[in-house]
């Protein structure tokens, strides 16, 4: 018979950060948020981008309502859509490739690495050489997800995809925190996104999310198809298909304070 272990430690808790930080804190941002009234992508959401980038060390981190829309939002800057294949890794939560779905691309699950359940580079290989030989879909994207945090094999996953003419989105929505190689969650991919569903490794008190870049192009692209495809000078001039991506202001001001004390908690 299993036996109780003597201090069981919860899969996640929402309740003890909030105690480290001090509710008050949390108060009083959420006071600031109310007084100057920019409730969706507000001040704090830029002030979010900055310090996401920084601490992932890309050139760009575009926040947005979730991971799901992170996901998205990468394929749409990159123009993904109707006849591309997108392949994903297949164990992992639906949206991995529910993103590409969604967007009329095809996704195509590859299989995993029995030690690390993440996508075996290997089967990477065998599935775009078939998708090619079979000449109905054109490989556009991989997307290797972290399983339970652990990063992907990106070195043969990129070399493999680069190799193909492919760009690889990294799927660390439960991975961020991880680092691979001296690079840290969010840098991983081509782009790469995260998720801070308050079950996430940097989880917030509601749904968020975040899309990592490193072009001024695609940031650029991410940001108008965060908001419904607007152009960069005029907000009703909508010159592509978009979401209603925009990060909550509230939210925002939630994770900056965690992000105060992430680096102790995943500790
Ligand atoms: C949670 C999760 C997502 C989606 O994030 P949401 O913020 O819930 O949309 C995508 N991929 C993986 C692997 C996840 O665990």
């Not at 909030?18 to 507000?42: M, P, S, W």
Request: charged share 20%; net charge negative; proline share 4%.
């Amino acid at each position: 018979m299993l036996q109780k272990p003597e201090k069981s430690i919860p899969l996640f808790d929402c309740k003890t950060t909030q105690e480290v930080i001090g509710q008050q804190r949390f108060l009083d941002a959420f006071t600031k948020v109310l007084n100057h009234g920019g409730y969706c992508q507000g001040p704090e959401t830029k002030e979010l981008d900055k310090a996401l980038a920084e601490y992932s060390g890309t050139k760009y981190c575009a926040t947005c309502g979730s991971g799901t829309d992170a996901l998205t939002l990468a394929l749409m800057a990159w123009g993904i859509g109707a006849g591309d294949a997108v392949f994903v890794s297949s164990f992992t939560f639906v949206s991995s490739a529910e993103c590409a779905a969604l967007i009329g691309a095809t996704p195509i699950f590859i299989d995993s690495d029995p030690e690390t359940y993440n996508m075996d580079p290997a089967d990477l290989q065998r599935a775009i050489d078939e998708v090619k030989k079979e000449g109905k879909l054109t490989p556009k994207v991989v997307i290797p997800v972290d399983i339970f945090g652990s990063p992907c094999d990106y070195d043969a996953i990129l070399k493999i995809a680069h190799d193909n003419g492919l760009k690889v989105l990294a799927d660390s929505c439960q991975s961020y925190g991880s680092s691979y190689k001296g690079r840290k969650a969010g840098s991983y991919g081509d782009m790469s996104a995260t998720s801070f569903y308050p079950t996430k490794p940097l989880g917030g008190y509601g749904d968020g999310g975040a899309a990592f870049c490193n072009t001024e192009e695609e940031n650029a692209l991410l940001q108008s198809c965060r908001v419904h495809g607007m152009s960069h000078e005029d907000h009703y001039d909508n010159v592509r298909l978009g979401l209603t991506g925009r990060m909550n202001t509230f939210q925002a001001s939630v994770l900056l304070l965690k992000l105060t004390v992430f680096d102790n908690e995943l500790e």
